[in-house]
């Protein structure tokens, strides 16, 4: 569980804050990706980089703003968020091959987000 | 679009019997899939995956998994459960189109001593 940390661990904002959540993975992954998990809901892809370039953004919010630095480190940036953003939000990394393969994702512990 | 139905939201069983968690998927490629369990307050643990190859695909901690093409259908099983299995368990499905994965909403497990 130590391959994927995430920071911090539980994080209470209102509406009108800019708050970051932060990834590091230490397993010299290649590819990094945030999920959001509310409750009663099938975990949700957010964003998806490979080789530190966003591959995939599915109908995210500009309210959430990611950030990879380099292979090793994630970003979420937030701004504005609305109560309905409160959830879990996980980060995991991959090590992605040419040509393409299922690799594993391995997840980070998580943030725990409430916006009042 | 590829997707995972996780039938049941909780699942109970004693303690020594044995044990499955449906899942079925769709995609429009071969199916690459897998299995996490997530602890109360942690993130989501690695169980096993299916690529290619053998059905039956073995994985951590004594579970197991079932690949059936036919019925689009990948159930995690277990010979005998342990209370400390107890936890919530995600289907997850990938098609070469995408990088992420596509997760069931998760089944409860409920192992009674």
């Known amino acids: 569980e130590t391959g994927v940390t995430q920071t911090p661990r539980h994080l209470v904002m209102g509406m009108t804050n800019k708050k970051s959540l932060k990834c590091e993975q230490h397993?010299?992954?290649?590819?990094m990706y945030w999920y959001k998990q509310s409750a009663k809901k099938p975990l949700e892809l957010m964003f998806v980089?490979?080789?530190?370039?966003?591959?995939e953004n599915n109908s995210v919010p500009s309210r959430f703003s990611p950030e990879c630095p380099n292979s090793s480190h994630l970003f979420l940036h937030l701004h504005t968020l609305q109560p309905e953003d409160s959830a879990l939000y996980l980060c995991?990394?991959?090590?992605?091959?040419?040509?393409?393969?299922?690799?594993?994702?391995?997840f980070g512990p998580g943030t725990r987000l409430l916006v009042l | 679009a590829q997707s995972v139905a996780q039938p049941e939201d909780q699942v109970n069983v004693a303690e020594g019997n044995p044990l499955t968690v449906k899942c079925t998927y769709s995609?429009?490629?071969?199916?690459?899939l897998f299995w996490y369990v997530q602890y109360p307050n942690r993130g989501l643990q690695f169980l096993l995956k299916?690529?290619?190859?053998?059905?039956l695909v073995k994985g951590s901690y004594g579970f197991e998994a079932e690949f059936n093409k036919s019925q689009t259908s990948f159930h995690l099983k277990k010979p005998s459960a342990l209370v400390s299995d107890s936890a919530l368990y995600f289907c997850?499905?990938?098609?070469?189109?995408?990088?992420?994965?596509?997760f069931g909403k998760g089944t409860m497990l409920l192992v009674s001593p």
């Open positions: 995991a990394s991959s090590q992605d091959l040419p040509g393409g393969t299922a690799e594993t994702q391995y």
């Open positions: 397993l010299g992954h290649n590819a």
């Open positions: 980089y490979s080789l530190e370039e966003r591959v």
């Open positions: 995609v429009s490629g071969n199916p690459y």
């Open positions: 997850a499905v990938r098609d070469m189109s995408r990088t992420g994965l596509t």
């Open positions: 299916y690529i290619t190859g053998d059905n």
